[in-house]
């Protein structure tokens, strides 16, 4: 039988890299943790770990090994959160990831709408971009994932959650506000605002740019969808935008929102997970709830 401590050692010292850095943060003596590796090789009789270029990695059984352990400590932890919650009262926990669109939309409202319902369940609620979900659900560090069904989701479970549809965001006195809709490729022409580089949402207009034979003229980057609006009140350049996340603020603004043709922006959102078998019976109930939610979506009318 594996001793569930040295798997979470051994998990260390693969993200560490290094068996002094995995010590400090699991708060033990090296050497100790180096006993520990050495008992795990010698139970599976073949080398766990090598010294590489960038310090210690996994061997190819390694690779393997780290898989299942992160599996049986994920497991075991949320094992741990779930008991220690009936001590306060808190009958389950779950931990979602999320993308910054769904959190600029609907999901918050959703999960109030959640937990005025099932109030002894407590929600902990953190965003990522696409890959990081992905990755998060399947290690096991997250119990949901809630994303853009484009993202490569792999062996992961998917429930339908709500839709949106991308725009563009320009000043009221832009040629393009006088457009009912814009093709991405019309946009190209101008100078626009970056929001999240790196989320798959950038990932997929510079796709389009580069079929279109271009590429994206970024003047400043942001991070949220309130402040490209703002940047573009300002006169910064235009920005690619959900409609749903920033009607609101382009009201208050004065801003156009032109919805795009490509067939790209309407986007799906998904709820995923690993396996319904492996939800707590709090995440199986909150996934069934952000399901069911969609059918009482309807999405806004553009402005003009």
Known sequence: MFDPVSLRMFVAVCEERNIARAAER?????????????????????????????????????????????????????????????????????RVFASLSVLSESLPDDIAGFLARHDTVRVALEERVSSEIVRGVREGIADLGVCWDAGNLGELRTLRYRSDHMSVAVPAAHPLARRKRVAFVDTLGYEQIEILAGSIVMLTLRRAAAVAGTTIRHRIQVTTVDSACRAVAAGLGIAIVPREASATQALTLGLAIVPLTDAWAERQFVVCFRSRDALSAAARLLSEHLSQVRDEFRAPSAPG
């Open 26 to 94: 699991e708060a033990i003596v090296a050497s100790a943790i180096s006993k520990r590796i050495a008992a795990l090789e010698a139970d599976v009789g073949v080398p766990l770990l090598k010294r590489g270029r960038r310090g210690i990695e996994p061997t190819p059984a390694g690779e393997v090994m780290l898989r299942q352990a992160r599996d049986v400590v994920g497991l075991m932890e949320r094992m741990r959160v779930e008991l220690q919650e009936f001590a306060s009262g808190v009958h389950g926990s779950v």
